[in-house]
């Protein structure tokens, strides 16, 4: 272990781990953090302390920032009794590098996630349910707490406590989830859903005031061409892949039809798709404060360890709420169910995972003498299960690729974001020589007007082809599929896309 003094009453010891990368163990805790640790131990009252710091999650593992657990401990006598004797945090620190910055908007994602802690989970907590048993327990238990945070520009952090403290564990993201996983997932889900429909019925103004504040922060109308090829690329990858299954098979029938049908229209439409369902506003009142990026890496789970056959998750929490957002509850759900599952999982409890949650979002919604069949009738829930299985779907094409990889065959973000920074500088040029100057030097005439709207016109569109053609090609040039993914990617998107079709989602898309 390092040892180094910082100022005069901390002892920083770096805790070296095998998981992370050279750059995350050489992570040093700037003046500013320090600071922060101080103010903490101060809630405390302690005085001298020291740090033992940790990275965790190897590369590949945190897209926006590292991740470091830090303990804070006492190394004089406490000034109170009842001085807290170790402090358990998680520490997220934001990405420095400008091009990783730009092309993630970490700005907005540390935004977006102190604004949930400071602002949501406030109001979710001032709620009371008036059933004894509900007072009992939290009105908001979902997450953890945040303990710090400041959103000074490049230079975000926020601390949280530390949940593996009191026993949670993170299910790695290489292990696919099993049964009682899904299940705690699903409740800890459902209760973050109920508390915005019960905020939505008993605040109005203020939850709108909040939801008004949560424009999307990752599907937007200037979202960078290069992440919109990507997922297409995917989804075609899938559709090449069925094809040539078919072909050998000789299948032609017309549900595989169906199916090739609808995955030309997911890839030809993948942008317009995903903006749609995350437009929270189209569809209230029955949407809600969802998590934005559930998956698998974002839940923590508790384990019953008294089963000494196999530990059975008996609990979860929900953690990383930088793509929180106003839209409809099933997005969570989908996203969860066709980035992180397969379909054996899926045949043989896919009902039994959507009743579990509906159940339980009504529950919770009871506890606070609401009703459950006016604020989200299990008739919409279920049609918008089969309007948005489809977003599903188009997070799936985007996350798989990583899921399936080791840390080893993932390209560098810091690289990635440099490519995409130059692809996109020099789209911005190639706009510029491309702009048309008759109009400015139109006499007014309409003729004139006319013929220079459609020359900028013009320009627009060649200028937009290139920059997509130029996406398309950065994209193919950073491929990580390998002769060992390529499987298991296949598998999966197979199964996710067939079922779209046996729970009736397709209809949606095969309008488009």
Known sequence: MLESKAKQNIVIKSVPTDAASPEQQNETLSPQVLDAYRELAKRYAIDDFELAVQAIGGPGENSYGSVLKV???????????????????????????????????????YTREVFMYANVFSEFAALHAPHAEAVARAPFSAAPQMLYATLKNDAEFIIFEDLTAVAFAINSRTNLPTYDLV????????????????????????????????????FTADMEEVSVEFGKKYVRRTRHLLEA???????????????????????DNFQGICMNAVNGAEYGPYSVICHGDFWNNNILYKFDSSNKQRNTAIKAKLIDFQISRYSPPI??????????????????????????????LAQFIREYELDPAILYPEAIFRQQLRQFGVYGYCMSAFAVPFFVSNASEL????????????????????????????????????????????RQKSNHHK????????????????????????????????GNILDLQKYDMLEAILKY
């Open 71 to 109: 303990r804070l401990t006492p190394t004089s006598a406490p000034t109170k009794s009842a001085a807290l004797q170790t402090l358990h945090t998680i520490l997220k620190i934001a990405p420095t590098s400008p091009a990783r910055r730009a092309h993630m908007r970490v700005k907005d994602m």
């Open 331 to 360: 997005l969570d759900l989908v996203h969860y169910l066709y980035a992180c599952t397969e379909k054996p999982l899926r045949d043989a409890h896919f009902n039994e995972f959507m009743q579990i949650y509906y159940d339980t």
């Open 411 to 454: 390209p560098d973000l810091d690289k990635v974001s440099e490519a995409i920074q130059e692809l996109s500088s020099s789209s911005s040029s190639s706009s510029s020589d491309c702009s048309d100057t008759d109009e400015a030097n139109d006499d007014g005439r309409g003729v004139q007007s006319a013929v220079a709207q459609q």
């Open 183 to 218: 299940v705690c997932a699903f409740r800890a889900l459902a209760q973050l859903h109920a508390m915005s429909f019960v905020l939505q019925a008993r605040q109005p103004t203020r939850f709108a005031a909040l939801v008004a504040q949560m424009d999307d922060n990752l």
């Open 245 to 267: 299954d078919l072909k050998l098979s000789g299948e032609d029938t017309p549900q595989m039809r169906e199916v090739l049908l609808a995955l030309h229209k997911i890839e």
């Open 463 to 494: 200028t937009m082809s290139t920059k997509s053609q130029s996406a398309a090609e950065l994209v193919d040039e950073l491929d990580i599929l390998t002769e060992r993914t390529l499987p298991i990617f296949k598998r999966r998107m197979i």
